[in-house]
């Protein structure tokens, strides 16, 4: 949802206008901060319209940043959970590991993604990164391949940047390395689908973002491009489909 924005534009008022807009019930919102005792998740679960549900969550990001991404994420998820359902059954979280268990190599990688998915992906989005950014992001995730050359994600974020640069035939090649679960991660479909609606066809982009949707139903960001696809093919019917 942070697309477009720096982290400390992504105000409460910015992520309850996008839960709008993606047309959820509920959203959860934070911010990882510094202190003197180590980083703390603080934010809130929410229901539209409802009052908002705190939370707050000490991380240790020391040594072990695979390990509080992880924590992290399992947080949002239960406060958000918590709030949004009623009969109080434990919710069960079926987390994916991560293919990387390199503490160097998740904190290059998560500032390469953190940069990237600040950039949208329609056809009609301008570049909103800076030639800066983007060089910023790439030697990010060439770090993180070389702390962690099985780390096939790190080519998933090479792939989206040096597509956003317009350098095709090293995306394409970055984009072949990634396997596995990486695969399944926004970075790649977000890759593919650039280059398959630059350089194929809207049709094209559409076949992608229905793969991404089939492959993790919850995956929003793939929902709204496709609806965005749709409406400016002139698809207006399977747009309005697309996001409800």
């Given at each position: ?26 959203y959860v ?76 190599a998740m904190?290059s990688f ?135």
């Open positions: 949802l942070g697309e477009g924005l720096k982290a400390e534009q992504l105000t409460p008022e910015e992520a309850e206008r996008a839960a709008r807009r993606l047309g959820a019930d509920g919102s934070g911010q990882l901060v510094a202190g003197p005792k180590g980083h703390v998740l603080t934010g809130s679960a929410q229901l539209l319209g409802k009052k908002p549900h705190p939370l707050s969550l000490k991380l240790d990001l020391g040594e072990a940043t695979v390990k509080s991404i992880e924590e992290g994420g399992d947080a949002l998820a239960t406060a958000l959970y918590k709030v949004a359902v009623t009969d109080k059954k434990p919710l069960v979280l079926q987390d994916v590991p991560p293919s990387t268990l390199s503490d160097p904190r998560a500032h390469c993604y953190g940069t990237l998915m600040r950039q949208p992906a329609g056809i009609e989005n301008p570049t909103v990164l800076d030639e800066a950014e983007l060089r910023s992001a790439l030697q990010a995730c060439e770090a993180a391949a070389k702390e962690d050359p099985g780390f096939s994600g790190a080519q998933a974020g090479l792939a989206l940047a040096f597509a956003i640069l317009g350098d095709d035939a090293r995306a394409v090649r970055a984009l072949n390395l990634v396997g596995g679960a990486d695969s399944r991660q926004p970075l790649a479909w977000q890759a593919r689908f650039w280059l398959v609606t630059r350089y194929q066809s809207g049709a094209a982009g559409e076949q992608v973002l229905r793969e991404a949707i089939a492959a993790q139903p919850g995956f929003l960001l793939a929902r709204s491009y496709l609806a965005e696809l749709l409406d400016t093919l002139s698809e207006h019917e399977k747009a309005g489909e697309a996001w409800r």
